[in-house]
């Protein structure tokens, strides 16, 4: 399954972007891509701080809970867009986050020295190597390293389960291009785009829905 920050919203954690481009407040390209990183490492440390914070205080809600309850019955694999761990949290094993964690940091040289990271970021934290620290996301303009193992785990789908994504930020949203024509695919989501990839699939069910009451409608489809 392919989930986004609709699913995390009912914990009270807020949508990447609202309808302004920003995020809490702040432009978005200010503390997400490395261009923000090099004009205000301090601005981006702030921020981010903030939303681990605010990340650590939250708790699952039922659509986390759901999802993990069917590992008893089906082999279940959550790709998330999100950087929360909500998921694991919850109960749900095979979890892969394609954009990052938030409660890890990682070296500005060496992309293998990942530190799991609950308190304030500051500048003069360092990596082993000797670098500073950064938060373990992925910015815009980066790579995704794991997008591959994503289309591996989407290839090997016998259903596809979407929930809480508008499907516009790609590479994410390119997935569905990798699934077999004809693999069935449940879209939850409150106001769904039907996105190029998605309106040439023969199998699609929407359920226009909040991820919660939505994944409970799925569930009883599977």
Known sequence: MLTGAGISAESGLKTFRDANGLWEGHDVMSVASPDGWRRDPQLVLNFYNLRRKQLLKASPNQAHYLLAGLQNKFE?????????????????????????????????????????WKEDLKIGDRAGDGSQLR??????????????????????????????????????ASLVQFLSDDVPVIYVDPSPTISYELKSRRNLRIIKSPASTGVEQAIELL
Request: charged share 20%; glycine share 6%.
């Open 135 to 172: 938060p373990f996301v992925v910015w815009f303009g980066e790579p995704v390293p794991m997008i591959e193992p994503a289309i591996n785990k989407i290839r090997e789908s016998d259903v596809l389960l979407i929930i809480g994504t508008s499907l516009q930020v790609y590479p994410a």
């Open 76 to 116: 279940v694999s959550i790709i998330t867009q999100n950087v929360d761990d909500l998921h694991e949290r919850s109960g749900s094993k095979d979890v892969l986050h394609l954009h990052g964690e938030l409660l890890k940091v990682v070296s500005c040289k060496d992309p293998a020295l990942i530190y799991p």
